[in-house]
């Protein structure tokens, strides 16, 4: 057996002498640091956001509340797009003042859209629910006024009634279409008392002054040819 057997198995079964780890710079703090850096970025990005969404909110209320709803409305949008998309209270408001301003600028099917949006991500709030209702008697009026073109009188006098109902009383639309209803009935001396409260209530409308120099004429004619006063309206 050779001399060195010993040394052999010693160094098949001895462990060879392991090198020494070296140790990982600890970097864990520099990590927290940079991702405390980005949240910080993100936050001050996202409050730079919201203030300019608060800022372009706040100048779509002032049009609203001067009456350039057209602008407003504009305005309105720009807010949302700077809200990035997120659901929250700011987007609702603003999305609320939209829907009035659309009402007010006619453009009922856009406003029951806003709504109809409003009511699906926010539930049906009281404030949602009333805009609604005066939504829903527009367009009530919206069909009295082309029954009234058609000649429907008893059509249209439903609806009429239905959007008065609905709390449109004061509403200018309504006057004008219960006048025009008048008219259409052969009710000269109503219909004429009508369009007068109408032109003095609201001011440059050239609908209701042509209306109203018609009727003044059949009404002059009636003071002197009763016979006039259940004759159907002939208009040129």
Known sequence: MP???RQGIRGK????KEEPVKKRKDLSGRGKAAALLLLFFALTLSSCA??????LRLSGIELVEKGK??????????ALDKSHGRV???QFDILTYRAESEYMLGDLDAASHTLEILEKVDKKREVYQKLKERVNAKLLLRQASRSLDEGKLEEARNFLDQARAAGLSADRD???DEAVYLERSARWEEAYRAFTDYTNRWNGDKDAERE???LKTRVEALSQNTLLTDQPLQRQ
């Open 3 to 5: 001399k060195n057997w």
């Open 13 to 16: 079964n001895c462990p060879k």
């Open 50 to 55: 919201n203030r300019e969404a608060e800022e």
């Open 69 to 78: 709803y057209e602008e407003a409305v504009k305005k309105l949008d720009e």
């Open 88 to 90: 929250s209270r700011l």
């Open 174 to 176: 309504l006057v004008f």
């Open 212 to 214: 109203l120099a018609f």
